[in-house]
């Protein structure tokens, strides 16, 4: 039976402290060397006679009393700056984030205090106390955890090195005898605080009266931080255990099946004891403590409970320190009890489940006193009675049940004595399933394809209240399916009975959506009358149509027809895929006027046909016209939308003569050529 609390003796201070427990450290264990003569060894321990862990944060903060330790108390900024003194914290930054590690007490407890020392250049005392009333000829341990608070990387200058702490054990008679001392070594530097446990055991002798002291041996200067915590003064002994005639089946506990069952406990203490002494104990929730058994002095226990009742024998070296409580060796506490079931059944829990689906039936497990280890055994209930189910002696169990109705399941638990009882019952109603069916009218879309509202799923309302399915899916929103939304792809549309639905079956269907099919814009075109072009669409479709409504084509279904139109003609085109995909586009194609060439003109100033003028000329696109003499010189150039000639050459009349030309047309396959005359 763990102690909550323990009594410390602070220089005859009594006051009930918590004892702290270890929660997540890795804790190094180092046992200083046992010199002193007479020990015996010690690997069981007594109750502490002296147990401080300097309380937690939610206690008021006690400074140690005079005479404890050398060092003197401060609590306030600037502490790394404070050799020879001592606080009694729960966070060591707060004494100086530099130099101190950031870390709690040993046993991780946010909140646990402990003692932070700046030690001093020159040996001093962290912790002394003298323990009286003590036996002798016993063995005792005195230990502590230790931990070097600083980083192994202090600015310390540079002919100051960093220094480590070394904390000297020591055993001291009350008339300045020495019985033994140890120094712990220098506890080195890490990059992470490190607790260290350090124990010293030590023999009375004929003394009874003692003094425990904790010594600086370190060299002061740059470093030399260390914080303490968990300092335990306790008797130690031989290695002492129990061996019920019942075994433990559970945690320290022993389960009896009956008022009248006995257990015998047979006691094993290994050599050391002459003739040990011996005094069984027991706890129970009336004493809340620790009591002598009267008469109970033999290595042997034989007890039979009515109520829950935690055992342990002590040992002391003769029969006068056994009346001393400072000089026992306890073993570990066995508890005995009777093994409980509950008074009253489980109250049945209502459940729904689908034609098909399983239900994982997973209880936590009974939470009542002493109920012992439990098994357990699912049964089901058939006509009239509960019937075990087979390979079900598990804590959970998964129903499935193929058809509608009323179904019954239990749990019933199976203590250490044999003893099965009910533990978690449960009611199912199985409901039908809601099934729906999905066919839509269509399932390939392009891309570029216009939305489409979804139909097909079936029914198409549900319940009294004849509310609507829900389509739902990529690219769906409020029951419309929007392929460019949904992308290039196969696609899941699924339709559901609306929420709320008792046992709902969703159906399914994939639809396909496919790249979409384009043709580029295409450029207009310009022939004269009687010339043909060829038409070029650039696209990915398979598949052609021209609007035969518009003549001049040489095949209305050829990916790249010629076009002879007599007029200006406007040429329309579909392109599909394999698919069925569309796109459009269309193309003009501009048929000029014939040119209207006079091969003649008479420029006298009389306002008649002064100038050379070619009807139709400016319907040409780049137009460029060279007219030569007969030599071949070339005597005019002109372009579309200069003036007309008017029979000069660079600022002077041409004589009347016959003279020749050239026109060329980015419409013409080859310029035109002929005469033209000049009268007088």
């Not at 309380?55 to 306030?76: D, K």
């Not at 729960?90 to 950031?102: I, L, R």
């Not at 046993?107 to 030690?119: F, H, Q």
């Not at 931080?225 to 559970?250: H, K, M, W, Y």
Request: glycine content about 8%; aromatic content about 10%.
């Amino acid at each position: 039976m763990p102690n909550d609390c323990v009594v410390i003796d602070i220089k005859k201070m009594r006051k009930k402290v918590p004892i702290m427990r270890v929660a997540g450290w890795a804790l190094l264990v180092v046992t200083l060397p046992e010199v002193a003569s007479g020990q015996q060894g010690c690997t069981n321990f007594g109750d502490p006679i002296i147990h401080i862990t300097f309380g937690n944060a939610e206690m008021p903060l006690i400074q140690l009393p005079n005479g404890v330790t050398t060092y003197n108390f401060y609590q306030g900024g600037g502490f790394f700056m404070m050799p020879n003194h001592y606080t009694i914290t729960s966070n060591s930054q707060t004494a100086g984030a530099a130099v101190f590690h950031s870390f709690s007490d040993h046993t991780g407890d946010p909140g646990g205090r402990m003692l932070l020392v700046n030690a001093d250049y020159a040996p001093g005392i962290f912790y002394t106390e003298t323990q009286p009333d003590l036996c002798p000829n016993t063995d005792f341990t005195f230990s502590a955890w230790i931990a070097n608070a600083s980083p192994p990387d202090l600015s310390c200058g540079e002919d100051s090195p960093q220094w480590n702490p070394n904390v000297q054990f020591e055993i001291w008679t009350t008339s300045g005898e020495l019985i033994v001392s140890k120094p712990t070594g220098e506890i080195p530097s890490k990059s992470n605080a490190e607790w260290l446990s350090f124990s010293l055991s030590f023999n009375t002798g004929n003394h009874t009266e003692v003094m425990l002291i904790m010594r600086n041996i370190g060299p002061g200067g740059c470093g030399n931080n260390l914080a303490i915590d968990d300092i335990q003064f306790r008797p130690c002994g031989p290695e002492l255990r129990l061996r019920p005639s019942v075994a433990v089946t559970q945690g320290n506990t022993i389960f009896l099946c009956h008022e009248a069952n006995e257990v015998t406990f047979q006691s094993d203490i290994a050599a050391g004891y002459g003739r040990p002494a011996y005094q069984w104990q027991e706890w129970t929730d009336i004493h809340a403590e620790w009591v002598d058994i009267p008469g109970a002095h033999h290595s042997s226990l034989t007890v039979g409970p009515m109520q829950s009742t935690s055992y342990r024998l002590t040992v002391a070296a003769n029969e006068v320190s056994l009346q001393n409580p400072k000089c026992r060796v306890v073993s570990d506490a066995i508890r005995v009890t009777h093994a409980q079931v509950p008074t009253t059944p489980p109250e049945t829990e209502q459940l729904q489940l689908c034609v098909g689906d399983s239900r994982l039936l997973s209880p936590d497990d009974p939470q009542w006193p002493d109920s012992g280890p439990l098994t357990y055994q699912w049964y089901e209930w058939k006509g009239s009675d509960w019937h075990m189910l087979p390979d079900a002696a598990t804590s959970s169990y998964a129903v499935q049940i193929g058809q509608t109705g009323n179904y019954g399941f239990q749990r019933r638990a199976v203590n250490v004595c044999g003893t099965s009882f009910p533990v978690d019952t449960y009611q199912f109603e199985v409901l039908p399933l809601t099934e729906t069916s999905l066919n839509l009218p269509a399932v390939v879309f392009c891309v570029n394809s216009p939305e489409v509202r979804l139909t097909g799923g079936f029914p198409a309302s549900f319940g009294a209240s004849d509310e609507p399915g829900v389509y739902s899916g990529r690219g769906v929103d409020m029951g419309v399916f929007y392929p460019g939304l949904a992308g290039v792809g196969e696609h899941r549309i699924t339709y559901s009975p609306p929420m709320g639905t008792t046992c709902p079956v969703a159906s399914t269907a994939i639809v396909t959506v496919l790249e979409a099919v384009y043709v580029e814009p295409m450029a207009d075109h310009v022939v004269i009358a009687g010339q043909r072009i060829r038409l070029t669409p650039q696209t990915n479709g398979t598949d052609f149509e021209w609007d035969r409504a518009n003549p001049g084509l040489s095949d209305y279904s050829d990916p790249a027809p010629f076009a002879a139109p007599e007029s200006t003609t406007t040429y329309h085109l579909t392109v599909r895929d394999d698919a069925g995909c569309a796109d459009f586009t269309s193309v003009t194609v501009r048929v000029l006027p014939t040119l209207g060439i006079p091969n003649s003109f008479t420029p006298n100033g009389d306002g008649v046909n002064d100038t050379w003028v070619i009807d139709g000329l400016a319907n040409y696109p780049n137009v460029t016209v060279h007219v030569f003499n007969r030599w071949g010189a070339v005597v005019h150039t002109f372009k579309e939308g200069e003036p007309a000639w008017d029979g000069y050459t660079k600022g002077r009349i041409l004589p009347a003569a016959t003279y020749y030309y050239t026109l060329s047309s980015d419409v013409l396959p080859q310029p035109l050529s002929g005469s033209i005359t000049i009268l007088r």
